[in-house]
């Protein structure tokens, strides 16, 4: 398919303290160009969106303008400026330096589809947690579910839920459950509510529940 799109004409804008996104969606290809101001760190700006102290999204730029400092979670640093292409993984933060605002074009999909996006990149999962079981009481465990969401309004930390029932055994059941990270996943596992909850979970479960915790390696676009 054949399409032409123009910087200046962006399918959407994204706004965040000290910056500005614009992102063009065409087939195949996710396009940002991000604008960031000078005193701008990424740990400070987007943090409170992303609910993350580091970037867990891969980026593959062009700087346009201004310089930027980059610092991975290893402690390893790297500066980028006018001209730079850069390969950057998840696991990072940035800060510009100077005076001077800075443009980034970036061509690796996920910043135009997640940056400072609260229901996207909310949840940079990199803890999942499959909980397998099985029960006749399915339709009082969906109310003990629907309970515990409005018992956990504001508090919970979970990311994504995905409930799925066994097209071949309807008394099988597996829950995927998704969390930005691992501790995020235990405070959500101490809320008293949760707690609660978990007893009258197994109460109505045929056998044990099978808990299996992951930890995120590659997530795919």
């Known amino acids: 398919m054949w399409e032409v799109a123009t910087i200046g004409k962006p ?13 063009l969606h065409l087939s195949g290809l996710d396009f940002a160009v991000a604008t960031f101001e000078p005193g701008r760190r990424r740990s400070e700006s987007v943090r409170p969106i992303a609910g993350t102290d ?4 891969h980026h593959d730029g062009y700087a346009v303008r201004g310089r930027t400092r980059i610092r991975r979670d290893d402690d390893r640093e790297s500066e980028v400026g006018p001209g730079g292409v850069f390969v950057c993984p998840p696991g990072h933060d940035a800060r510009i330096v100077g005076d001077e605002p800075v443009v ?13 996006t609260a229901q996207r990149e909310e949840h940079p999962m990199t803890f999942v947690q499959i909980i397998e079981y099985e029960t006749t009481h399915d339709e009082e465990m969906m109310r003990l579910w629907d309970e515990w969401t409005r018992m956990t309004e504001g508090k919970r930390t979970v990311a994504r839920e995905v409930h ?11 829950d995927i459950v998704e969390f930005p990270s691992y501790e ?24 044990e529940p099978r808990f299996v915790n992951l930890e995120v390696v590659e997530q795919m676009p």
């Open 11 to 23: 399918d959407e804008r994204r706004d965040f303290p000290r910056g500005h996104l614009d992102a």
């Open 54 to 57: 580091s970037r867990r999204v």
């Open 104 to 116: 980034v074009h970036d061509f690796a999909g996920s910043m135009a589809r997640q940056y400072a």
């Open 164 to 174: 799925g029932k066994d097209r071949e055994n309807p008394t099988h059941y597996v």
């Open 184 to 207: 995020q996943a235990m405070k959500n596992n101490d809320l008293p509510e949760t707690q609660r909850v978990a007893e009258r979970f197994r109460s109505l479960c045929s056998k």
